[in-house]
């Protein structure tokens, strides 16, 4: 079974800053991590390989310095890694980061299984994974919890809304992993010393088949991206006082009544 596992780079979110001038995110000096989301949609392909076999490949799209994020998925058992990089990429919205990442994955093999987080932690759209479900064809399984096989059957759990969805589909496949998935394992000393050593091949434009340009980079994104701004706080909260669960109920009553919103 051939896996691709998409990951991404982000900051860590805890440090995020905004420029107060030119309203966007200060990455200078922020450290970056792999989204953690995607070390859920990792544990998901290992545990997928340590049942049934096969190959984990794990894919990342961005500058050179998100080797590091690779690495760790070396580290934590992926076989091998290739980092999608090209000027060609740079300021690519959703549409076409999810078309260049179906591209590297078209030019890595045929596969059987792509995974990827159900959302970045710094985009937060959770738009990339699924879309690169649609320029490749494969069936969509977002938020998917486990995996079996039987024969070229594949039943997924899927958290939804009113509980869990049992679904039952055929290769190829697209699943997104939450943090209910799994937890994700950590790396061993021997693969984080191997992975520090490993080779990390960069899939370049030139490497794509058939790629159309118009597709990628900020030209071919279709979102453009007004302003971005931090929401000023108008209010204070007000905190609701009382001896018991009943009496704040009713003083909060009360107050919406005061209020005439009852
Ligand atoms: C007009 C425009 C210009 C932009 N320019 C830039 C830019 O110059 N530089 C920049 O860094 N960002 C840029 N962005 C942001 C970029 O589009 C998003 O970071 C990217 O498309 C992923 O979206 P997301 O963060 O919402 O991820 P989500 O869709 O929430 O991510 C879901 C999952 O998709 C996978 N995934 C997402 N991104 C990647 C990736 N890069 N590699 C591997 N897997 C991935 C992961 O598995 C992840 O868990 C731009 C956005 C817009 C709208």
Redesign the pocket.
């Given at each position: 079974m051939n896996i691709v596992?998409?990951?991404?780079?982000?900051p860590d979110t805890t440090e995020i800053k905004i420029d107060p001038v030119k309203n966007t995110l200060i990455r200078t000096g922020v450290p970056s991590i792999m989204?953690p989301?995607?070390k859920n949609?990792l544990e998901t392909a290992l545990q997928l390989k340590d049942q049934y076999g096969g190959k984990v490949t794990a894919?990342?799209?961005?500058l050179p310095q998100?080797k590091a994020v690779l690495r760790e998925a070396l580290s934590m058992g992926a076989d091998e890694a290739y980092l999608?990089t090209d000027r060609a990429f740079?300021?690519?919205?959703?549409y076409?980061?999810?078309y260049i990442?179906s591209k590297a994955i078209e030019k890595l093999g045929p596969f059987d299984v792509i995974?990827?987080?159900?959302?970045?932690i710094?985009?937060?759209?959770?738009?990339?994974?699924p879309s690169?479900a649609e320029h490749l064809g494969a069936t969509r399984l977002t938020y998917v919890l486990d995996l079996k096989i039987e024969g070229d059957k594949v039943i997924a759990r899927r958290q939804v809304e009113e509980g869990i969805e049992v679904v039952e589909t055929r290769f190829p496949i697209l699943c997104?992993a939450t943090k209910e998935s799994n937890k994700p394992r950590y790396a061993t000393v021997k693969r984080k010393i191997a992975s520090l050593k490993a080779e990390i091949p960069e899939i370049h434009l030139a490497d794509l088949i058939d790629a159309d340009t118009t597709k990628m980079g900020?030209k071919g994104?279709p979102?453009?991206?007004k302003a971005t701004f931090t929401p000023q706080r108008t209010a204070n909260g007000v905190t609701i006082e009382g001896n018991s669960p009943i009496e704040v109920a009713d003083n909060l009553i009360g107050k919406l009544v005061d209020a005439k919103v009852l």
């Amino acid at each position: 079974m051939n896996i691709v596992v998409c990951i991404k780079q982000v900051p860590d979110t805890t440090e995020i800053k905004i420029d107060p001038v030119k309203n966007t995110l200060i990455r200078t000096g922020v450290p970056s991590i792999m989204n953690p989301f995607d070390k859920n949609a990792l544990e998901t392909a290992l545990q997928l390989k340590d049942q049934y076999g096969g190959k984990v490949t794990a894919l990342c799209m961005g500058l050179p310095q998100a080797k590091a994020v690779l690495r760790e998925a070396l580290s934590m058992g992926a076989d091998e890694a290739y980092l999608a990089t090209d000027r060609a990429f740079g300021g690519s919205d959703t549409y076409a980061t999810s078309y260049i990442l179906s591209k590297a994955i078209e030019k890595l093999g045929p596969f059987d299984v792509i995974l990827g987080g159900k959302q970045a932690i710094d985009g937060d759209t959770g738009q990339t994974a699924p879309s690169i479900a649609e320029h490749l064809g494969a069936t969509r399984l977002t938020y998917v919890l486990d995996l079996k096989i039987e024969g070229d059957k594949v039943i997924a759990r899927r958290q939804v809304e009113e509980g869990i969805e049992v679904v039952e589909t055929r290769f190829p496949i697209l699943c997104t992993a939450t943090k209910e998935s799994n937890k994700p394992r950590y790396a061993t000393v021997k693969r984080k010393i191997a992975s520090l050593k490993a080779e990390i091949p960069e899939i370049h434009l030139a490497d794509l088949i058939d790629a159309d340009t118009t597709k990628m980079g900020l030209k071919g994104s279709p979102t453009k991206v007004k302003a971005t701004f931090t929401p000023q706080r108008t209010a204070n909260g007000v905190t609701i006082e009382g001896n018991s669960p009943i009496e704040v109920a009713d003083n909060l009553i009360g107050k919406l009544v005061d209020a005439k919103v009852l």
